[in-house]
């Protein structure tokens, strides 16, 4: 991986989960989430699982 993540393992906050939704639910890419909350997209995938959001993908 040649993206260094300097919050490695960090607890989603309130706020970063909101943002997530919002993205989520105007059908953002994975990738750009991730980038706008500045976590892997490993971690935004495995969050928005666990909150039952599905994330659009570019085909």
Same mark, same amino acid.
């Given at each position: 991986?040649?993206?260094?993540? #300097?919050r490695?393992?960090?607890?989603? =906050?309130?706020? #970063? ?5 919002t993205l989520a639910?105007?059908?953002m890419?994975l ?6 909350l =500045?976590?892997?997209? #490993? ?8 909150d039952?959001l599905?994330?659009a993908?570019?085909?």
């Amino acid at each position: 991986m040649s993206e260094k993540f #300097e919050r490695h393992r960090q607890p989603w =906050t309130p706020a #970063e989960i909101q943002k997530l939704h919002t993205l989520a639910r105007k059908g953002m890419a994975l990738k750009a989430i991730a980038k706008a909350l =500045t976590r892997s997209e #490993e971690s935004v995938k495995d969050r928005a699982r666990a909150d039952g959001l599905s994330i659009a993908r570019l085909h």
